[in-house]
């Protein structure tokens, strides 16, 4: 069971937009930045969004990210079918002091 | 270009120890907190320890007292000591560079897979 909560997956069509929903507690999401990595199928997670909603060089402007009290969401618009990967949610617990992520949102391009 | 390569992966039996190391270039390694992350097979991300450039450490409630993390900022390295190790630690092990205070890790590793099996 994971400290962060999303959703195990979500579709959408070529050229539409999808959201991601990460929901936390105050101890986490509440008092602490929230990051967004992306995994492709085989390959290690690469940082997509940090500091709630800033993008490291590189990352297109299609994906965004945003955070309000203990939730935080990644959109991604214009979806490609090479956008298909595992998308975590990530933060600090301050109660627990550890790193914590969700369980991960699997998303296909249908 | 931001580099780092994790080695020392195998295959240990249960109660065993492994030793896993990670190289860092590209960067000033001794001002950037490090951390290992790890996935099992089929599950997602799990945050294990981090060590700050200070020197601070953390780790997560199921590695405590078996794990240790350390770093060497003259060789730009970071370890992962594993002991008393479990089946359910089997994993690919990531290292990663850690930005924003600590709260998000922006560059990784390719992974390095243990595997704790009789």
């Known amino acids: 069971q994971s400290v962060l909560t999303q959703p195990p997956s979500v579709s959408a069509a070529p050229g539409q937009k999808v959201t991601i929903s990460c929901s936390g507690s105050?101890?986490?999401?509440?008092?602490?930045?929230v990051s967004w990595y992306q995994q492709l199928p085989g390959t290690a997670p690469k940082l997509l969004i940090y500091?709630?909603?800033k993008r490291p060089s590189g990352i297109p402007d299609r994906f965004s990210g945003s955070k309000s009290g203990t939730s935080a969401t990644l959109g991604i618009t214009g979806l490609q079918t090479g956008d298909e990967a595992d998308y975590y949610c990530?933060?600090?617990?301050?109660?627990?002091?550890?790193?914590?992520f969700g369980g991960g949102t699997q998303l296909t391009v249908l | 270009e931001v580099q780092v390569v994790e080695s020392g992966g195998g295959l240990v039996k249960p109660g065993g120890s492994l030793r896993l190391s990670c190289a860092a270039s590209?960067?000033?390694?001794?001002?950037?907190?490090m951390n290992w992350v790890r996935q099992a097979p089929g599950r997602g991300l799990e945050w294990v320890s981090s060590?700050?450039?200070?020197?601070?450490?953390y780790y997560a409630d199921s590695v405590k007292g078996r794990f240790t993390i350390s770093r060497d900022n003259a060789k730009n390295s970071l370890d992962l000591q594993m002991n008393s190790l479990r089946a359910e630690d089997t994993a690919v092990y990531y290292c990663?560079?850690?930005?924003?205070?600590?709260?998000?890790?922006?560059?990784w590793g390719q992974g390095t897979l243990v595997t704790v099996s009789s």
């Open positions: 060590i700050t450039s200070s020197g601070h450490i």
């Open positions: 500091e709630n909603n």
């Open positions: 590209g960067f000033t390694f001794r001002s950037y907190g």
């Open positions: 990530g933060t600090w617990d301050t109660s627990l002091r550890a790193g914590v």
């Open positions: 990663a560079r850690g930005l924003c205070g600590g709260d998000c890790y922006s560059d």
């Open positions: 105050s101890s986490n999401i509440g008092k602490n930045y």
